[in-house]
C-alpha cells in the first residue's frame, strides 16, 4: 500500500487511491487479453505495451522506455516496434476500451455509472499535460459514447497524469527507475517477486542498482530505506502529490461524491480478485 493513502491524505492521494483499481482492471481482466490476441497481438506483454501507448502512435522501443521508466530496455524492445505490424495504433485503442467497458460491466453490474463518468471526466479535464506524454496521448481519444468506456477513459488519464508527474518527481531526486523501483520495495509498499518478474531486470541489473543507492546511503545493507532513504521517499510522494493536485481542485466539494462513488466500485472489483492484491502497481483495497 502506498503511505498514506488513506483517510487524512492529500486530496489527490485519496483520489488516486480511490480511482486506480477502475484503471487497473485493464491488466489482469481476461477480456483484455482476449481482445488483444483478436487484434493480433501476440502475448500479455506486446498487448500491454502497445495498448499502453497506443494513443501516442507506432511509437518505438527507446522512447517507450523512458516514459514507461520502470521496465527493463530489454523487455520494451521484445514488443515494440514488432506489435505495430500486427496491429494499428487506432484499432489496439478501440478495442481496448470495449473490452475494459465489457469487465467492468461483467463485475460491476448492468447500472449506469454516468454520474461518476461525468466527475471524472471533469477531473480528467483538468490535468495539465506539460511534460506528460502519456497523459496527453490518452487525453486526446476521444471520449466514447458508452458510460464505462468514458470512466475508464477518464480513469486512465488521470492515472497516467500522476504516473508522469512521479516519473518527474524521481528524475528530479536523481533515481533511474529501477531505483524508483527500489525505493518502493525498500519502504515495505511492494516486494521484489511481485516486480522484478513483471519488469524484466535481471539480476544483475537489479543488484547493481541495489549497489548504487546503498552508496548513495538511500538503502541499508538489507534492502531497507535508512533514514535519508525515507525522507527522499516522502519527498518524491509530496512532489507527486503537489504534481497531481489540479484535477482534485477542480472538483472541490465534489471529490466527496466521486470518492463516494468510487470507492465502492474499486474495492468490489478487488474483493472479486479482478484486481489481485498484492501488484505491481502497489494499490491496495481503498
Known sequence: MVPGSGVGASPARQLWAAVEPLHAVVYFAPETAEAAKAAGLRGYWMGYFAGRLAPLGRIGPA????????????????????????????????????????????T????????LAALLSRAAEACECDGRPLAAGWAAVPKPPESWSRLWLAATVLREHR???HVLAAVHAGLSGLETTLTHIGDGVIGRADVQPHRGWSDEQWNRATDRLRARGILDADGRLTETGRALRHRIEEDTDRLAAAPAEELGKDLER????AVPLSRALIDAGVVPVPNPMGVSRP
Open 258 to 261: 466521486l470518492l463516494e462513488l
Open 163 to 165: 504516473g508522469d508527474g
Open 108 to 115: 460491476l453490474g448492468p447500472d449506469d455509472p454516468e454520474e
Open 63 to 106: 522512447a517507450a522506455t523512458s516514459m514507461l521508466f520502470g521496465f527493463a530496455p530489454e523487455m520494451v524492445a521484445r514488443a515494440l516496434p514488432d506489435a505495430w505490424s500486427f496491429a494499428s495504433p487506432a484499432d489496439v485503442v478501440r478495442s481496448r476500451l470495449d473490452a475494459v467497458s465489457a469487465a467492468l460491466r461483467r
